[in-house]
């Protein structure tokens, strides 16, 4: 059998080692449109904050290709599929012939029809990082249009490199598919701290060598202007051919098409009406049209969205449906602006189905794998926000504790046995340890046996 | 007063035995130097008076005569052996067997049985980190730097282990540096941690490879270390870039600023330690994980520094030495592998037989009690220190199996839960009653010496293989300190190489760390400093990636269970649930579970829970604790049950059981 895998990005570099880890025999040619080794798109904001080489994110090493007889043949994009012969033809005019292909042909910018857009530069791909990275550090100014993940991951890795950013968003708030409105203000208020000056609600109206001219005549400076306007699946290849493609390329639960003999994942495929953006989604995809390929009953049933940005010194996970209010679920909140903190939790019938968590907080691993698993929330909701905050006080206080309490783990003593040795006569810890064997072991109790015999030895008018 | 060992556990604490069976502390031994002993320590000399104590040979029940009960058990063997070959006979030994024992035991399968059939319950305690250790290594030495080295470090990272509850002295070396623990529970251990993360059971190897990507991206790699030391950096380099730590904290449950603190305080350290324990290899991808956090180390520049390093806290008392000499189904005196033409030659040389004669690699631990009784698997088992009944996973089965056998013997000095099964058991001496020498975590070779006569009908291990083979036509000695002069034979050349050491350097130097080439060689305390144990002297950096526990939570069986240890038992609990202090300090079984769950489950403290997963049940009391994670329980492997419900599915490398994670049903029980 011969399989063809069109795009070598997130999707499709996945999707062909997990064929090759199930099935050692099935020949595999892959098409890759940019020139280079698949490399992980998600870490493209490291590399623009400087904080990762373009080299370390690479997903696979060249020779991995060999090493498991794959065929790659990248910087040759698919042009034409012909379903009639079962060929690809590519660009370069190359014809691949196939018993299954899997289209992974993912997203392109979308580029805003505005004049002088020419000017500035998309980030999407590795070689538009490099391209930014080196015009930033030229650049004395920065203005980044798009205020969605992307654009914001933009900003703060440009600040991060020192230069002042302006960050400009159509929409009332920042990430308004993911935030509500308050969480979007504070994030745009946490990013301000950090050096990027938010602009929400204002349209480019063009680019300029000076920067971004605002409908309303507004000049916001910048020598260096990137596009994160969002992005559009690539269907061109897969529509022409006569595929239903509606946003994305049509798929069913085994991610085939309408012909049965070819396969769509990731970003260029629509599944029951979405379209997903993110990266866990596409691989969840990659494993299940791998098993669908090999034989396998696998089927893929839509993934939960949980959108993490990646930007130093902001915390952000955002899940679900965030923007229901209590009409419909039960919403949980809480606000603390001047620390950058927002949390909210929007339950219904008993399960988290969305959250928002701004801020360093221990709550979003657990969050997010409630989330995840569609588990029963527990009855107290502040202590899922709140990790920490149910814990029972620990009496440590030799006053408080009771006389059953353990005070050494290691030798099973308790305060009482403790109270009732320096009754017997004990006067210090010595006498404690050689009646008891308290502190005798890890050693960790010997404060709260100090504590206890001094407390006892007040107690009498003692003193020590 | 005699000087001598605890019968338990790793650390191997020094103790003297004083008149009436006083037990005190001894101040001469790093483990426990500062005079530390716990409970079980304290109250090790009740294990010499019980009196449930084994005295005479069982055939069936019945006592026997000693040599009615060796005659039995050698003709039954030579009877099975003959209808079913000599694999058809299989030895099981144990990692609290002296060094001498675990020899012996070997030895006795391969020339006096003449089966590949011997494996031992090490497999279920060391093998991932052994595995993972040997490839990163070239060499396995638990901790390959003393225990007192630990105090000096700022940080210490300690992945699935709970110190503080299973070898409490072990806490006093730490109490210098920042601690970190990973671990599903907020352990004793964890509650002294500067930094505690909790992740999901079963994503160890996740959080490691998380870890090292950040690493990676916040540029604490140390590349002059990397690029002089090790090979391998850039495959596993570019293996990261599938785990960047929000992927990672959707698996594990740990936040990335946790991650993150974790790894920028290792970094920051002078000195760092990665220690992983059981919590973190117990697992069917335990080597895997150990990999993972030695490639934490190495990226940070940690093995073979004086001050810094990846060690593994071996559990069982002689864990270390248990693995070197010859009782594992791939292994040879000496740490050498069965399959390696010189190797056979050299140990042959040493017994006297030829090198053909000697039989290769068995089956592993669980495989070989999976066998017995199956058609093609073993007939007859001879089980050594092991009480597989609590102790295996899926245990009914491993039950089911030993049933099923023509012939079970065991060796025991209280009648075991296994023992309780076997058709021969003879009564043996124990700790206190022979000499023997045990490696402890830190590859420190001690001596144990006998402090009192054993009780009148009781004989040795040694004596029983001794005499069995006598029967069979070979001659094996019975004085340990023989025994030890032919192991130092037998393991010179070899990784584990004891042939420099004596009793009485051990006497003297209170312990001698292997290896040890020469009577003049003053020992190894620190194997790495200058070179790895691979020929080109570097550490192997070893790609791992991870991958779901073997069985995962679904609609039928919604929790995660894990499994683990006490302060007050060791292991099965055979010794230890007969002593009346650590019987009162724990007396039951219990599950340990987070309040939400119980409220959901509607179980309040104290009510009897069912535990059920699809290899059995266990019943226990419930501990309502928020120490624990909401999608997990803990039971406590001391008592029959726990191991009823784990998961027999195993490391493709070492062969070590699921024994830390497997999805049950919780409910209460009416």
């Not at chain 1, 979007?184 to 301000?192: I, S, Y």
């Not at chain 2, 920042?178 to 930094?195: G, K, N, S």
């Amino acid at each position: 059998m011969r399989l063809v895998v069109v795009g070598n990005g997130m999707a499709g570099s996945r999707l062909v080692s997990e064929v090759r880890t199930r099935d050692p025999h099935i020949r595999i040619t892959i098409f890759g449109a940019e020139s280079r080794q698949p490399y992980n798109r998600v870490l493209l904001s490291n590399v623009l904050a400087g904080s990762s080489r373009p080299e370390q994110v690479r997903l696979l090493e060249s020779s991995w290709y060999d090493a498991h007889h794959v065929e790659a043949a990248f910087g040759d994009a698919v042009a034409h599929i012909d379903r009639e012969t079962r060929h690809v033809v590519t660009e370069g005019g190359r014809r691949e012939p196939y018993d299954l292909l899997v289209l992974a042909m993912g997203s392109e910018a979308i580029v805003p029809p505005i004049p002088g857009v020419e000017r500035a530069i998309p980030f999407r791909t590795l070689d538009d990082c490099e391209r930014i990275m080196e015009a930033a550090d030229q650049a004395r100014r920065a203005v980044v249009v798009g205020g969605g993940l992307l654009g914001i991951e933009a900003a703060r890795g440009l600040a991060g490199r020192g230069l002042p950013v302006t960050l400009l968003h159509l929409a009332g708030h920042l990430m308004e598919r993911q935030l509500d409105v308050e969480a979007g203000e504070v994030l745009g208020e946490t990013l301000a701290g950090l050096g990027v000056e938010i602009r929400t609600g204002v349209s480019a109206e063009s680019v300029r060598e000076d920067g971004v001219l605002l409908a309303g005549g507004e000049l916001i400076e910048g020598d260096l202007v990137v596009l994160a306007c969002g992005v559009r699946p690539v269907t061109g290849p897969a529509a022409a051919a006569g595929l239903e493609v509606r946003r994305g390329i049509v798929v069913d639960d085994e991610l085939r098409t309408d012909d049965p003999s070819i396969f769509a994942i990731g970003e260029c495929a629509e599944h029951e009406g979405t379209v997903y953006g993110l990266v866990a989604p596409a691989w969840e995809q990659a494993a299940v049209a791998a098993d669908v390929i090999t034989g396998g009953k696998a089927l893929y049933r839509g993934s939960r969205l949980v959108t993490r940005l990646k930007a130093r010194s902001v915390e952000l996970a955002a899940m679900g449906e965030t923007q229901l209010t209590e009409e419909h679920a039960e919403v949980v909140r809480f606000s603390h602006r001047a620390r950058g903190t927002y949390r909210k939790l929007v339950i219904r019938d008993g399960r988290l189905v969305g959250a928002i968590l701004l801020g360093e907080s221990d709550a979003v691993g657990t969050l997010t794998q409630l989330f995840d698993r569609g588990a029963p929330v527990p009855g107290d909701r502040a202590g899922l926000l709140f990790p920490g905050l149910s814990s029972a006080p620990v009496a440590d206080s030799p006053t408080l504790m009771p006389d059953a309490a353990k005070v050494c783990q290691c030798n099973n003593v308790t305060k009482g046995q403790i109270r009732a040795c320096w009754e017997a006569g004990a006067r210090d810890v010595a006498g404690v340890a050689a009646a008891t064997r308290a502190t005798t072991g890890c050693g960790t109790c010997r404060d709260a046996v100090e504590g206890i015999v001094g407390w006892l030895c007040e107690q009498e008018g003692i003193s020590v | 007063m005699t000087r001598t060992h605890c019968p338990y556990c790793a650390l191997q604490c020094g103790m003297e035995i004083g008149p009436g069976l006083a037990i005190s502390p001894r101040t001469d031994i790093p483990a426990n130097a500062s005079g530390a002993l716990c409970q079980k320590g304290w109250t090790a000399g009740e294990l010499l008076t019980n009196g449930e104590r084994l005295t005479t040979p069982l055939l069936h029940g019945e006592p026997v005569e000693w040599e009615v009960a060796l005659d039995h058990v050698a003709e039954r063997l030579s009877a099975i052996r003959a209808e079913h070959g000599p694999d058809g006979v299989a030895v099981f030994g144990g990692g609290g067997l002296t060094n001498e024992k675990a020899y012996t035991l070997g030895k006795f399968a391969r020339v006096a049985l003449g089966t590949s059939q011997i494996d031992y319950n090490g497999r279920f305690c060391m093998s991932s980190a052994a595995a993972a250790s040997i490839k990163a290594f070239g060499m396995d030495r638990g901790m390959p730097f003393p225990i007192t080295d630990l105090a000096e470090a700022d940080v210490v990272l300690l992945a699935g282990g709970n110190v503080a509850e299973t070898m409490p002295p072990f806490v006093r070396h730490l109490s210098g540096p920042r601690m970190i623990v990973i671990d599903p529970r907020r352990t004793q251990t964890a509650r002294l941690a500067w930094l505690h993360l909790q992740p999901t059971p079963g994503t160890d190897l996740a959080l490691a490879l998380g870890m090292l990507h950040l690493a990676i991206a916040d540029e604490l790699v140390d590349e002059a270390y990397v690029a002089a030391r090790t090979t391998g950096f850039d495959e596993v380099r570019t293996s990261l870039a599938a785990w960047w730590p929000e992927r990672v904290e959707r698996i594990t449950g740990v936040p990335v600023y946790r991650m993150r603190q974790a790894v920028r305080a290792l970094a920051a350290a002078g000195n760092a330690y990665i220690l992983t324990g059981r919590g973190a290899e117990q697992h069917a991808k335990g080597t895997d994980t150990v990999s993972a956090f030695i490639n934490l180390a190495l990226a940070l520049g940690l093995p073979g520094r004086h001050g810094s390093g990846y060690g593994c806290v071996t559990g069982q008392g002689n864990g270390q030495g248990g693995r070197e000499h010859g009782q594992k189904a791939d292994q040879l005196p000496g740490y050498r592998k069965i399959d390696d033409p010189a190797a056979r030659e050299h140990v042959a040389g040493v017994w006297g037989v030829p090198a053909d004669s000697l039989p290769g690699p068995g089956r592993s631990a669980y495989e070989l009690l999976d066998a017995l009784g199956t058609p093609g698997g073993p007939r007859a088992l001879l089980l050594f220190g092991s009480n597989p009944v609590i102790s295996a996973p899926a245990a009914e089965h491993v039950a089911e199996r030993l049933a099923s056998l023509d012939l079970l013997v065991t060796c025991d000095f209280v009648m075991s839960e296994t023992a309780a099964l076997a058709d021969v058991v003879f009564p043996v001496t124990q700790w206190a009653e022979e000499s023997g020498t045990m490696t402890n975590l830190e590859g420190r070779v001690l001596l144990r010496n006998r402090a009192v006569a054993p009780p009148e009908g009781v004989r040795s291990d040694l004596d029983v293989l001794a005499g069995l083979a006598e029967r069979l036509g070979h001659h094996l000695e019975t004085e340990p300190v023989k025994i030890f002069d032919e192991l130092r034979r037998a393991s010179k050349g070899g990784t584990a190489d004891y042939s420099g050491i004596t009793y009485e350097r051990i006497a003297a130097e209170k312990g001698v760390f292997w290896p040890c080439p020469e009577p003049e060689h003053p020992g190894t305390p620190r194997p790495f400093l200058d070179s790895f144990a691979h020929p080109d002297g570097r550490a192997r950096f070893v790609p791992v990636q991870h991958r779901p526990a073997a069985e995962e939570t679904d609609q039928d069986y919604p929790i995660y269970l894990s499994t683990g240890r006490v302060l007050a038992h060791y292991q099965s609990g055979a010794q230890t649930r007969r002593i009346a202090p650590l019987v009162q300090a724990a007396p039951e079984p219990f599950v340990e579970l987070h309040p939400d769950l119980a409220e959901q489950l509607d179980i309040s403290p104290g009510d009897v829970v069912r535990v059920s997963s699809r290899r059995g049940e266990g019943k226990a009391v419930a501990r309502i604790s928020d120490a624990i994670r909401r999608d997990t329980v803990f039971m406590p492997f001391h008592w029959e049950g726990a191991n009823r419900l784990t998961n027999p599915a195993l490391d493709p490398t070492s062969r070590m059981p699921e024994f830390k994670v497997c999805a049950v049903r919780v409910e209460r029980d009416v």
